[in-house]
DNA sequence: TCATTTAATTGACCGTGGTCATTATTAATT
DNA sequence: AATTAATAATGACCACGGTCAATTAAATGA
């Protein structure tokens, strides 16, 4: 099985990707149309689909790829020795997630991957940042009766369900923030 | 400001969700389509949005509708002693939303209501789930020094933490079950 | 009962995501 | 270089949600 994949490919997904990029960058993703892609690229509309399942796909890459880069910051980082640094040092990647409504939505609905072998750009990074909190949890005062995987995942939860919150009322940055420690420290904090 | 609603906008919107029940009873909720349901129920396809926002909107009512007949049965019942009866009451309601993807997708969607005075069918079912929840906090052995409001907004930011990691993997029913325990146990319990 | 205002209905039309048989390129083989 | 096999690109086409100016029906007032 080897990798036959022409340079001719490479250079038309970028292109794409490109395409995407500049979209974005001007007006959100929410306004990303695949015609639009298309059609900047120089390419037809089949050539699209030729390169990604649908346009989420597409969405996934974008937006993974800014996740990425929130999470090569995040990781060069120390560990938070608080919960309120814990919230604060999170805070770029929750500021991104609520950047757009649109934006949320997609990575709620890709963040559990959907089947095993088909982990897309947006589970990788869910999986990402659970490693990078996971290693959060030996600081002081930490309850240690609960299995890392556990209270990391537990952590996930009460992102989404804060981030979740957050579109309902008047949001503030600051509301995020202190929701979400009210969350964390009854479940991280032993007692 | 009066409710001079005719009788035959009444009669309409029925025959649109009496058409909508019906496909879904057919091929599920992710089958249903617009023009299906305005040639069922003998009006043109305007008609549909001059009842409802959009699509979403008639899928909130019909899932809506069975979320509250769920939860009807749930306020009967006795409030669980142990987080094991608290799982196993609850399954219905969970088995229901992961029943379909689509519907797990929608409820997520609409569970963080849009806007405050613009509640919709989902958002309220999810506000009745937490108050009955929140019933259940008086059990014995239960922390008692966290808010019950944020202990049951925690119970739902993990219900829906276990449903998503639910259409990752190989799902038996028991996996659910035994999931969401291992996240209610560390939050709920005294320690 | 007719005229007038208000509300409900209609269906042609559009935007946009996605498909697929056909055509064009590239790579492999002789 | 010519032939063939494999891969990529094309664009007309479809599906389906959603819009809106025009039409019809119901309520109101004289």
Redesign the interface.
Known sequence: MEKPIQKRTLATRAKLIAAGEAIVSEGGFDALRVEEVVSRAGVAKGTFFAHFRDKDALMERLIGARLDSILDALSEVPAPATIDAMVDEMLPMLQFMVSERYVF?LI??Y??????DDIGPIGMCIGRHETVVMGWLNADGL?R??APK??A??I???V??TL??????LHSDIAIQSRLR??LK??LLA?
């Open positions: 939505d709620l609905r963040s559990g991957a959907a089947l095993i309850r009766d609960v556990i209270l995942e537990g996930q939860a009460f989404f369900q979740a919150l957050h579109f309902c009322a009210s969350y009854p479940w007692h």
